[in-house]
Nanobody
Framework: QVQLVESGGGLVQAGGSLRLSCAASGRTFSTYVMGWFRQAPGKEREFVAAIGGRGARTYYADSVKGRFTVSRDNAKNTVYLQMNSLKPEDTAVYYC???????????????????WGQGTQVTVSS
């Protein structure tokens, strides 16, 4: 497993932007598929975005496609989530997750990932 620490959350007005970061420990970060998930109060954890180990493959939930961008810098052991045009419904705790193997047809499934960060709160006001 890899240790993950998210940062960058906060309060922003609708239409604004935030960039989340997730710093990972360990020397094998480039072998990890990394995902971003979010969980709003009273709701299940849902997939937001994922990125392959080399950054060539990216996946997005329909609800964020065109507004969010996932990227990674393997030299810094960090994955990012750039969030633009934020909406009140984006309010949630955002988690990063990682695993060395995630089935290509299941990258959106939380149980595919064995390492999780503690989460960072994102609040979008209307």
């Amino acid at each position: 497993q890899v240790q993950l620490v998210e940062s960058g959350g906060g309060l922003v007005q609708a239409g604004g932007s935030l960039r989340l970061s997730c710093a990972a420990s360990g020397r094998t970060f480039s072998t990890y598929v990394m995902g971003w998930f979010r969980q709003a109060p009273g709701k299940e954890r849902e997939f937001v975005a994922a990125i392959g180990g080399r950054g060539a493959r990216t996946y997005y939930a329909d609800s964020v496609k065109g507004r969010f961008t996932v990227s990674r810098d393997n030299a810094k052991n960090t994955v990012y989530l750039q969030m633009n045009s934020l909406k009140p419904e984006d309010t949630a705790v955002y988690y990063c997750a990682g695993d060395t193997y995630v089935r290509s047809n299941a990258y959106y499934t939380p149980s595919e990932y064995d390492s999780w960060g503690q989460g960072t709160q994102v609040t979008v006001s209307s």
